[in-house]
C-alpha cells in the first residue's frame, strides 16, 4: 500500500498549494541603515527631519499600504546572533520527540512544544516551540515557559534574540507609526507589558507538498510581526493588487515583516493584514522564527481617534485583545466546530 497522509492535514481543494508564482516580482526590500547616523524622529511634522529618514519613512508608507509585507535589511540585529538562534532551533528540533514533548505546550499555557497546530481548522505540517521573555499569569492568561534540560544553551541565545528582535520591532513601530503622520511613540504606549512572544517554526519534508500547509492560509492576528527565514523558501503571501500567491524569495541577513490586524484596525484600514501561507516541500527542512510583536494583554484595540473623522468613521468596534488572544490559541489548539474568532467580526455593518 502506498504512503497515506493523515487526513487532518489535508487542505480543501482550494486551499492547495498549486498556483504559486516563484519568481514573480518580490515584496519591498527596505534598507534600514539611514538609522544608523540618525535617531528616529519624534514628531512627523518636524522640519528638521533628514531627506533620508524621510524617504526611509515613505518607503515604509509605501509598502504597508501596497503590501502590508516588507523586507530590511541592515536591520541592526547581528549576523552572529542570527546564525546562533537558526543553530539552537535545529538542535531543538533534532532532539527526540520524547524530549521535545516534556516542554509541551497545554490547553491553559501556549508556550513551548507543539506539533498539532490547527490554522483555520486543519492541521499545519509543521511543529514549533513558543517563548517570551516575560512570564505572567492574569485572569485570561497564563503564560510560562518551558525550556528543555538537555539544551541548556538554549534558553540564553533564544532570550538574547528576543532582545534584539525586540528592539527592531520598536524601532519599526515607531516608522510605522510616522508614515500613519502620528508621533513616533503613538502606537509604543500600547506595548508596556506586551505579550510577545517569538515561535520556533520547522517545517519537515512531506511525500504530499501538494495537499498539505506548514501554516494554513491566514492573517496574522497581533500588532506586527518580525521573521526570521532560512534559505529554503515557502513563504507565499496574497499579493494585494491582483489576489495572486507569490513566494517571498528569501534575502539572506533580512527580515520579513508584516502587519498584523491590531495594525489594520488601528489604521481604520489604511493599512491592512495581508494573507500569508506556508507551502512545504519533499526534500529540504525548513526553518522560520517569527517575533509575534503584540500589545498588552489589556489593550482595547480600535481605530485611532487621530484617524478617523466625520468622512472616515471608525470601520470597528472595540474589542480586547488578551481576549482576542485566547480564544484564537484555544481553536489553534485543537479543532473546532465553528470557525475561529477573526477581526472581521468586529467590522461595523
Ligand atoms: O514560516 C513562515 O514563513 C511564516 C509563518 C507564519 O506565517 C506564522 O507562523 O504566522
Ligand atoms: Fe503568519
Same mark, same amino acid.
Given at each position: 500500500m502506498g504512503f497515506q497522509i493523515d487526513p487532518t492535514f489535508i487542505q480543501a481543494a482550494e486551499h492547495r498549494p498549486k498556483s504559486t508564482i516563484s519568481d514573480a516580482?518580490?515584496?519591498?526590500?527596505?534598507?534600514?541603515?539611514?538609522?544608523?547616523?540618525?535617531?528616529?524622529?519624534?514628531d512627523p511634522s518636524d522640519p528638521a527631519i533628514p531627506n533620508e529618514i524621510s524617504n526611509l519613512i515613505a518607503q515604509i508608507g509605501e509598502?504597508?499600504?501596497?503590501?502590508?509585507?516588507?523586507?530590511?535589511?541592515?536591520?541592526?540585529?547581528?549576523?552572529?546572533?542570527?546564525e546562533?538562534?537558526?543553530?539552537? @532551533?535545529?538542535?531543538?528540533?533534532?532532539?527526540?520527540?520524547?524530549?521535545?514533548?516534556?516542554?509541551?505546550?497545554?490547553?491553559?499555557?501556549?508556550?513551548? +512544544?507543539y506539533d498539532a497546530e490547527h490554522t483555520k481548522?486543519?492541521?499545519?505540517?509543521?511543529?514549533?516551540?513558543?517563548?517570551?521573555? @516575560?512570564?505572567?499569569? @492574569?485572569?485570561l492568561l497564563r503564560l510560562e515557559n518551558h525550556w528543555p534540560e538537555t539544551l541548556p544553551a538554549m534558553r540564553e541565545v533564544c532570550e538574547k534574540y528576543y532582545k534584539a528582535v525586540e528592539k527592531l520591532a520598536f524601532k519599526l513601530l515607531e516608522l510605522i507609526s510616522l508614515s500613519l503622520n502620528l508621533p513616533a511613540k503613538r502606537l509604543s504606549a500600547f506595548y508596556e507589558d506586551s505579550n510577545? +512572544?517569538?515561535?520556533?517554526?520547522? +517545517?519537515?519534508?512531506?511525500d504530499s507538498p501538494d495537499l498539505v500547509l506548514g501554516v494554513g492560509c491566514h492573517k496574522d492576528c497581533g500588532g506586527l510581526t518580525v521573521l526570521f527565514q532560512d534559505e529554503v523558501g515557502g513563504l507565499d503571501i496574497k499579493r494585494k493588487t491582483d489576489g495572486e500567491w507569490i513566494r517571498v524569495k528569501?534575502?539572506?541577513?533580512?527580515?520579513?515583516?508584516?502587519?498584523?490586524?491590531?495594525?489594520?484596525?488601528?489604521?481604520?484600514?489604511? +493599512?491592512?493584514s495581508v494573507e500569508h501561507r506556508v507551502t512545504v516541500?519533499?526534500?529540504?527542512?525548513?526553518?522560520?522564527?517569527?517575533?509575534?510583536?503584540?500589545?498588552?494583554?489589556?489593550?482595547?484595540?480600535?481605530?485611532?481617534?487621530?484617524?478617523?473623522?466625520? !468622512? !472616515?468613521?471608525?470601520?470597528?468596534h472595540e474589542y480586547n485583545w488578551g481576549h482576542f488572544y485566547k480564544t484564537r490559541k484555544d481553536?489553534?489548539?485543537?479543532?473546532?466546530?465553528?470557525e475561529n474568532i477573526q477581526i472581521y467580526h468586529f467590522k461595523r455593518v
Open positions: 516580482g518580490s515584496i519591498p526590500l527596505i534598507d534600514l541603515s539611514p538609522l544608523l547616523p540618525h535617531q528616529i524622529p519624534s509598502a504597508c499600504e501596497n503590501w502590508g509585507f516588507f523586507q530590511v535589511v541592515n536591520h541592526g540585529v547581528e549576523v552572529e546572533l542570527l546562533k538562534v537558526e543553530a539552537v @532551533t535545529k538542535e531543538f528540533f533534532a532532539l527526540p520527540v520524547e524530549e521535545k514533548r516534556k516542554v509541551k505546550r497545554g490547553e491553559v499555557n501556549p508556550m513551548g +512544544y481548522n486543519v492541521r499545519d505540517w509543521k511543529e514549533v516551540f513558543d517563548f517570551s521573555v @516575560t512570564e505572567w499569569v @492574569t485572569p510577545s +512572544y517569538i515561535r520556533l517554526n520547522h +517545517y519537515s519534508p512531506c528569501p534575502v539572506h541577513n533580512s527580515f520579513i515583516v508584516n502587519l498584523g490586524d491590531i495594525i489594520q484596525v488601528w489604521s481604520n484600514d489604511k +493599512y491592512e516541500n519533499s526534500e529540504k527542512d525548513r526553518y522560520s522564527i517569527p517575533l509575534f510583536f503584540n500589545p498588552a494583554s489589556s489593550t482595547n484595540v480600535k481605530p485611532l481617534e487621530e484617524l478617523v473623522s466625520e !468622512n !472616515n468613521p471608525p470601520k470597528y481553536s489553534n489548539f485543537q479543532k473546532l466546530e465553528k
